[in-house]
Each structure stands twice: as structure tokens, then as C-alpha cells.
Nanobody, 118 residues
């Protein structure tokens, strides 16, 4: 069964922190590069960070120095620690395996809303 469940979002003031968590089914998680994505109103979904199953990470320029992605391969979870949050980080955040392109039939979880007030 394909399943992604994101949690940890909320309302925070600029400069604050949040930690997002994602529980993934094994079929998505195992040996895959996992990523956190976000979609702000009126904008396309974008990749924020990704992590290989061995722990190598890569970040979007907007996330570098502020966000940290991590994963627990035993629990099939991937987290995103977000510090020094800015209003422009406001978006719905999703986790999923990493791939360069997505089609309309691809599976996504419900996401978790992050709202950063100024």
C-alpha cells in the first residue's frame, strides 16, 4: 500500500522553528532518495531538500543554512527541521520520493500547512 503521512506544520512567527515529519510506506521509502517539497498558493510545487538512503543531502538555495533533512531507515520516516523561518516559507509541505518530473497521476499525501507570520 502506497502511503505518505506528513505532520508537524502550524503557525509560527518569523524567525521561529518547526519540525516536520513524514511516515512513508516501505514501497516508497526503501532505497529511494526522499524529498520534502512545498507548494505556495499560486505557485508550482518545488523541491526543498532531498536525502539519499545513505544520508547524503541536497538543499534548494532558499533552504540552505536554515533547513535540515534527516531520515530513519528503520522507521521509514523522513523529517525536516526548519529554523529561521520566513514569511516566504509559507506553503503546504509534502514529502515523497525524489524524482525530476511528476505526472498528474502520481501519488501525494495530504501535506502539512506551514504558515509564517511577519
Amino acid at each position: 500500500q502506497v502511503r505518505l503521512v506528513e505532520s508537524g506544520g502550524g503557525l509560527v512567527q518569523a524567525g521561529g522553528s518547526l519540525r516536520l515529519s513524514c511516515a512513508a510506506s516501505g514501497s516508497i521509502f526503501k532505497f529511494n532518495v526522499m524529498g520534502w517539497y512545498r507548494q505556495a498558493p499560486g505557485k508550482q510545487r518545488e523541491l526543498v531538500a532531498r536525502i539519499t538512503h545513505l544520508g547524503s543531502t541536497n538543499y534548494a538555495d532558499s533552504a540552505k543554512g536554515r533547513f535540515t533533512i534527516s531520515r530513519d531507515n528503520a522507521k521509514n520516516t523522513v523529517d525536516l527541521q526548519m529554523n529561521s523561518l520566513k514569511p516566504e516559507d509559507t506553503a503546504v509541505y509534502y514529502c515523497n520520493k525524489y524524482q525530476a518530473a511528476w505526472g498528474p497521476g502520481d501519488y501525494w499525501g495530504q501535506g502539512t500547512q506551514v504558515t509564517v507570520s511577519s
